[in-house]
Every structure is written in C-alpha cells, then in structure tokens.
C-alpha cells in the first residue's frame, strides 16, 4: 500500500495517540507544579512533622539522657538532639543534606550517615564530612528544667 493508498483514518489514530501523550504529559507537569505557598511550609516543618514536632508538646528527652559532646538520634521526630558542651543543647533535622537518608549514630562529635558517609558535627550541625555540601538544618527546642521539647 503506498501512502496516496493509506486510509484516511491512519492520521486520525495518530492524531488521537498524540492527543493521549500531550494529555498525559500535562497532568504531569500539573501534578509535580504547586503553589510556592506549599513549598514554603514544607520547607519550615521539623523533618518527621505533625504532632508534637509540629508545636512542641511531650518531651523528647531529660536533658541527662544526652550525653555530653554527643547527642541522642529521635528517629520518629525527624530530630538529632546534641550536647556539645555542659548544659548547651542544640536540634537538627535527622535527614542528610546529601541525598535525604536518616542519620543513625553520633560518635567522636559527629552525627553520622550511613549512607555516603557524610558526617555533622554535633556543635552546629555544619558538614565535617563530604558528600553533603550543607549543614544540618537547626530544629528549635526548648528546654525547661530537665525536659527538652521541640519549641
């Protein structure tokens, strides 16, 4: 069959395939599209979010159960809670600044990846180990007495 042959309904199933991908490529880019309002808030909610990271409520820890010049890894808060120096406590988001995986430990004044090895130190939270290019993001708490809740 030559193309003068071919019968008048093969443009329009290339026109209806067409169609379907142009479609299906707009609800796409609607899906991942969103208002910067969204991104914003996202962007200022403790990692983990919701309950009590959300505004403060029960305590995370006593500040005796952070140990001093280390720190104490709430993975269900999205939190790292450290002591770099007697009574001086500090919070960062538990999740890397490399590619988004849980920090698990803290040892020799650093909090530890374990995916690409990058490491924190406890002090700020300011890279001592690459890959990750950025600190830690800060976590506000609040400690009253001997208890530490997320402020």
Request: aromatic share 4%.
């Amino acid at each position: 069959m030559t193309a003068a042959q071919e019968p008048s309904h093969a443009f329009d199933r290339r026109t209806v395939v067409a169609a379907v991908g142009a479609t299906g490529i707009a609800a796409v880019l609607t899906a991942c599209g969103g208002s910067d309002q969204a991104g914003a808030s996202e962007a200022v909610k403790p990692a983990g979010g919701g309950g009590a990271a959300a505004g403060g409520g029960a305590a995370l820890a006593k500040t005796s159960d952070i140990p001093e010049g280390g720190g104490k890894i709430f993975a269900d808060r999205g939190v790292v809670v450290t002591q770099p120096t007697a009574g001086q406590f500090k919070a960062f988001s538990s999740k890397c600044t490399h590619q988004g995986c849980a920090v698990t430990s803290i040892a020799n004044g650093a909090i530890h990846c374990p995916c690409h090895g990058s490491q924190f130190a406890v002090a700020d939270g300011s890279v001592k180990h690459s890959p990750a290019t950025e600190p830690l993001p800060a976590v506000a708490i609040k400690v009253t007495g001997d208890s530490i809740t997320l402020a």
